[in-house]
């Protein structure tokens, strides 16, 4: 069975980096998708960045551009999530998942799995 924990939310001042962290079990990274995505209260939740298996191709949402980073650690179930200059409207409930759809600025839960989530949020 498929596993996803996510770990590195916490509160952040505006302006502020965090280091999110997906460690996935019974799945080879190696030959999927991942994405990270998010959901603040009273809102849908979203796709944040994505990362393609096959050209490492990176994807994210307009309004992260420039601030946030998706990562791989090569030969590891382990990706991450830097995102820097956080605002208050990224506050949300991170989630990382396996094998969203991920190209053409598209960042789309389908089959794969969910973690638990982790808060994150920006706030003086």
């Known amino acids: 069975q498929v596993q996803l924990v996510e770990s590195g939310g916490g509160l952040v001042q505006p302006g502020g980096p965090l280091r999110l962290s997906c460690v996935v079990s019974g799945l080879n990274l190696d030959y999927y998708n991942i994405g990270w995505f998010r959901q603040a209260p009273g809102k849908e939740r979203e796709g944040v960045s994505c990362i393609r298996s096959g050209d490492g191709i990176r994807y994210y949402r307009d309004s992260v551009k420039g601030r946030f980073t998706i990562s791989r650690e090569n030969g590891k179930n382990t990706f991450y999530l830097q995102m820097n200059s956080l605002k208050p409207e990224d506050t949300a409930v991170y989630y990382c998942?396996?094998?969203?759809?991920?190209?053409?600025?598209?960042?789309?839960?389908?089959?794969?799995?969910w973690g638990q989530g982790t808060q994150v949020t920006v706030s003086s």
């Open positions: 998942a396996t094998d969203p759809i991920c190209g053409n600025n598209q960042i789309i839960k389908r089959r794969g799995s």
